[in-house]
């Protein structure tokens, strides 16, 4: 197989390794399953119970509870130990995973055309989707957890909503302050999860160790093959189980690769599996344990604090996820997808723990109203697994041009990597499809107008960027013009940011014809987003020296990057151009929209830009300029 270069090197390579040179390979695993884990790792507490009892229940008998504990398996065989922790991982951009950082790779063997805007597409599509799954994670995890107080006795049932609300809520409200001071106890609580799954299981299973034939794919094929249509309808909620085995892949570049499989193979797959074995042991005891298999399987005198450590793993699996919503905003942010957003940085010393309180209160609102309308974790399922399986198409999709393109990859060997891991995903897919009016239309809904926005918005910024470029006078004619007539200089440096550095920015036009004076340093920045996930400081800024105190200035950020033009700015100073924060000033234009005719969108996306373009944060904050030091020149601009 090709091996891979640049880009592609194996995770840990990346951002992953020199954590592990830092804490050892355990603590890393410990940390990683902490993190990556927790979505599929509360999978069990709800999984069984939908099989058995959902729309499409499935008929409590011996061959049927073999049948789908198999195609349990044998799911979390293919998606997450072949096709994730096997395959998809080693897919990696310098250490970022993701499917932003899956597109950014399949684009780099596509050229320009119809295929790349395809990909461009599917990416979006996908990282839209995020949002959908985002807000149902937190709601079907944290009512499955409680749940369980019903277990114990029903006269918990009328509490159930309002507890959970409360401890969703509370974890919203708790994102202001960051993570990092609960963010240790994580992976600790959750290997502690991951050896009472264990242990339930290894109990569950002494009742009848028979279970364990249930590894023998032939069960799967029979339950199948008896009941084609029972069986299909099935993988609707057998996907539940496999929930969250794409989020290894999103957050490999915080942990890197090997500590992410160590992991699956030798704690996460093994805990999770055995405790559905147990499950399942316990139905085939006594079919009334379908009711709430996962709870019948604790012992009663430690139900309640089960039920304390239950919650306490879906909310920090639901921690997971908004994080993961923070970190895709700001990557859609800096890949041009989304206007900028009022982002807080809650960490002084690690630069990804981010919060961005418009997403947070979004997925807050839309968290509340899945637990207020849905109201349990069982109809809730029903709007679980359409956005996931999506997801996992697109990835198998990308990940296929990846193999085929940048691995080299022979053509039989890629269609046979396309063609298994494609049926399996459809397969998962269309048995969800039925769910559509049951729920599952909610992530759906949610990911195409997330879509939606997302793509306005990049289709708004390249017309505005190419009226502006079109109304531009060329900076080269400008120049030769101040040699005629040299306006007066003052002492110190402008900065005026610009999108097409070869042109005047309006800002300086405006300064200019109002000020009648020009600094005797003149810099034109223009930000450049790399394909890839981080850019070195050696590679941040190109610096290029233009007559009459004019410079050109490039910087360069990764799609992961935090922007810091005076930290980017204080980096020229190894290239002759002197840095005085004191001494100099920063000028942005202020643009206001006016709609017209032609604009090359339709009437409705042309409006909704505008509102977004109105909405959007300040390039001051965004680019960490001191407000202090900016000058805002305001102009109109036809779109």
């Known amino acids: 197989m090709h091996t891979p270069t640049g880009a592609e090197l194996p995770a840990e390579h990346g951002a992953g390794h020199a954590q592990e040179h830092k804490g050892g390979i355990a603590g ?5 399953v ?8 509360t999978s069990p507490l709800y999984t069984l119970k939908e099989v058995f009892n959902g729309p499409h229940a499935v008929p409590v008998t011996p061959a049927n509870v073999y049948g789908i504990l198999s195609l349990i398996f044998w799911a979390l065989m293919l998606v997450v130990s072949a096709k994730y922790v096997t395959f998809i991982t080693r897919a990696d951009n310098r250490g970022e995973g993701g499917i932003m950082a899956l597109m950014s790779l399949a684009l780099r063997v596509v050229p320009p055309g119809r ?15 995020f949002y959908g799954d985002g807000m149902i994670t937190p709601a079907i995890s944290v009512l499955s957890a409680v749940e369980g107080l019903e277990v114990a006795t029903p006269a918990f049932r009328p509490f159930v909503i309002p507890i959970a609300l409360v401890v969703l809520i509370g974890l919203f409200l708790m994102q202001r302050r960051g993570t ?4 240790a106890i994580f992976g600790p609580v959750m290997l502690c999860w991951f050896g009472v799954l264990a242990a339930l299981g290894i109990g569950g299973i002494m009742l009848h160790p028979e279970i ?11 339950f199948i093959a008896d ?6 309808l099935a993988l609707g909620a057998v996907v539940l189980a496999i929930t969250g085995g794409e989020a290894l892949y999103a957050d490999m570049g915080h942990f890197g690769r090997r500590p992410i499989k160590l992991g699956w193979f030798f704690l996460v797959f093994p805990a999770l599996y055995l405790n559905y074995l147990g499950q399942g042991a316990l139905i085939l005891d006594h079919p009334d344990n379908v009711s709430s298999p996962f709870y019948m399987l604790v012992p009663d005198t430690l139900l309640y604090p089960m039920v304390g450590m239950a919650t306490l793993a879906t909310i920090i699996a639901s921690q997971a996820v908004i994080s993961g919503a923070f970190s895709l905003t700001r990557q859609a942010m800096q890949l041009g997808y989304a206007p900028r957003m009022r982002t807080l940085h809650t960490s002084e010393k690690e630069i990804g723990q981010i919060y961005v309180p418009g997403v947070n209160f979004m997925l807050l609102g839309a968290v509340i109203a899945l637990v207020v309308g849905f109201k349990s974790s069982s109809a809730l399922a029903s709007a679980y697994g359409i956005a996931v399986t999506l997801t996992m198409m697109i990835d198998t999709v990308l990940a296929f041009v ?22 399996v995903d459809l397969a998962f897919f269309s048995a969800n499809l039925v769910k559509v009016l049951a ?10 107008a997330i879509f939606t926005l997302l793509t306005t918005w990049k289709r708004g910024r390249a017309i505005l960027n190419e009226r502006i470029r079109s109304d531009t006078m060329p900076l080269e004619i400008f120049i030769r013009s101040m040699f005629h007539d040299p306006p007066p200089r003052v002492a110190g440096t402008a900065v005026f940011m610009t999108t097409w550095i070869d042109g005047v920015p309006r800002a300086l036009l405006h300064n200019l014809l109002h000020n009648k004076v020009l600094h005797e340093r003149v810099l034109l920045v223009k930000v450049d987003t790399a394909d890839v996930p981080y850019v070195p400081e050696t590679e941040r800024v190109q610096l290029t020296e233009l007559d009459f105190g004019f410079y050109q200035l490039r910087i360069r950020y990764g799609f992961k990057d935090e922007p810091d033009i005076p930290a980017a700015l204080a980096l020229c100073e190894a290239q002759g151009m002197p840095y005085r924060p004191m001494e100099t000033s920063f000028f942005l234009g202020r643009e206001t929209l006016v709609s017209r005719v032609g604009s090359g969108m339709a009437r409705w996306r042309e409006k909704l830009f505008i509102v977004m373009f109105r909405n959007g944060g300040s390039a001051a904050d965004y680019f960490r300029i001191p407000p202090n030091r900016v000058v805002e020149l305001g102009t109109q601009v036809e779109l």
């Not at 890393?28 to 990683?32: F, K």
């Not at 990092?180 to 963010?183: C, D, I, T």
């Open 34 to 41: 902490g993190v990556v884990y927790g979505d599929i790792g």
């Open 227 to 232: 009941r084609p249509l029972l069986g299909w």
């Open 402 to 423: 990846v193999v085929r393109g940048l691995w080299k990859w022979g053509l039989p060997r890629s269609v046979l990597f396309l063609a298994v891991f494609l049926t």
């Open 439 to 448: 729920g599952g239309w909610f992530p759906l809904l949610i990911g195409a």
């Open 180 to 183: 990092a001071s609960v963010g």
């Open 212 to 222: 364990l034939r249930a590894l023998n794919p032939a069960w799967a094929a029979g």
């Open 28 to 32: 890393i695993v410990v940390t990683a």
């Open 115 to 129: 295929k790349a805007w395809g990909l461009s597409v599917l990416g979006v599509f996908g990282a839209a989707l």
